[in-house]
C-alpha cells in the first residue's frame, strides 16, 4: 500500500498510544500484557486501515486481537478509526503492533496465538520475489511456532496466483485446509465474514474473494 508521507506522523500515532503496543520485551514475556482481561488471542499480518481488525474486536469480545501493520503511515489511520470507536467498542480488546512480520518470533513466545489472519497480503507476483510473499514456507513455519498446537490461519485474497501459490505451500508444510472457496461472498463460508478495505473495493468491482481456513495441528 503506497502512501504520501503523513505530516505530524509520530504525535498523531503518540495521540493513539492507549492501543499501540509499544514494549515487545514485555509482549514475548507475556503475550496479554496490553489487555485489561486475559482472553484467545488472535493476530491480523498486514492490517492497513484497521477496518477487519475493528469490526472483528466488536464482533468477537470473546477474543484480544493484536493488529500488525509495518508501514506506520497505514498504521497510523488505522489506530486514529480503532480510538475514534473504542467508546462504541464494548469489550477493550483491540490492540496494534507497528513492524514487520518477518520478526515475529522476536515479538510472540511459541504457542501464545491461536488465531492468525491474513488479507490480502501483497502478491509479490514476480517469481524471484516469492519468498517475500507471507504465505511463503518460511512464514508458515513461524507461524506454526507461535500458533498454539490447534491454532488456525484464515487467508483471504482476491489474486488467484497467490491463492494456488498460498496452497501449495500449505501443501509443502503439511497443513491441511480445513475449507477453501475461490468465491467466498457465495459460499457457505461467508457467515460472519467482515470485509477489510481491499475486500470491500474488489468486491465492488464484482471480484471473487479466494478464501482458506488451515490447521497447523
Ligand atoms: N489487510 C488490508 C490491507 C491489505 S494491503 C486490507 O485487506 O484492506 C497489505 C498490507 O500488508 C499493507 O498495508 C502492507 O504494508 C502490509 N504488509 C505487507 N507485508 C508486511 C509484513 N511483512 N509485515 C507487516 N505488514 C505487512
Not at 518477518?102 to 491474513?118: G, K, Q
Request: glycine content about 6%; aromatic content about 12%; some cysteine.
Amino acid at each position: 500500500m503506497r502512501m504520501r508521507k503523513k505530516k505530524h506522523g509520530a504525535e498523531r500515532i503518540a495521540a493513539c498510544g492507549a492501543l499501540l503496543i509499544d514494549d515487545t520485551a514485555r509482549l514475548f514475556a507475556d503475550p496479554q500484557y496490553a489487555f485489561p482481561e486475559h482472553r484467545p488471542l488472535a493476530l491480523e499480518i498486514g492490517c492497513g486501515k484497521g477496518r477487519f481488525a475493528c469490526g472483528m474486536a466488536s464482533a468477537h469480545p470473546e477474543m484480544n486481537f493484536i493488529a500488525m501493520e509495518r508501514v506506520s503511515d497505514v498504521a497510523c489511520i488505522a489506530l486514529e478509526k480503532a480510538m475514534a470507536q473504542a467508546e462504541a467498542r464494548t469489550t477493550d480488546n483491540l490492540r496494534f503492533l507497528i513492524g514487520d512480520a518477518r520478526n515475529l518470533s522476536e515479538w510472540f513466545a511459541p504457542h501464545s496465538v491461536s488465531v492468525i489472519y491474513l488479507n490480502f497480503s501483497d502478491p509479490w507476483p514476480q517469481n524471484g520475489y516469492r519468498k517475500r510473499r507471507l504465505t511463503y514456507r518460511d512464514f508458515l513455519e513461524r507461524y506454526r511456532t507461535l500458533l498454539k498446537e490447534d491454532g488456525i490461519l484464515l487467508f483471504k485474497t482476491d489474486n488467484q496466483g497467490l491463492f494456488d501459490f498460498s496452497l501449495e505451500e500449505f501443501a509443502v508444510c503439511g497443513l491441511t485446509v480445513e475449507w477453501s472457496s475461490r468465491d467466498l461472498h457465495h459460499s457457505p463460508y461467508a457467515e460472519g465474514n467482515v470485509m477489510t478495505e481491499y475486500e470491500e473495493s474488489f468486491s465492488s468491482k464484482g471480484m471473487p474473494i479466494c478464501a482458506a481456513q488451515v490447521r497447523f495441528s
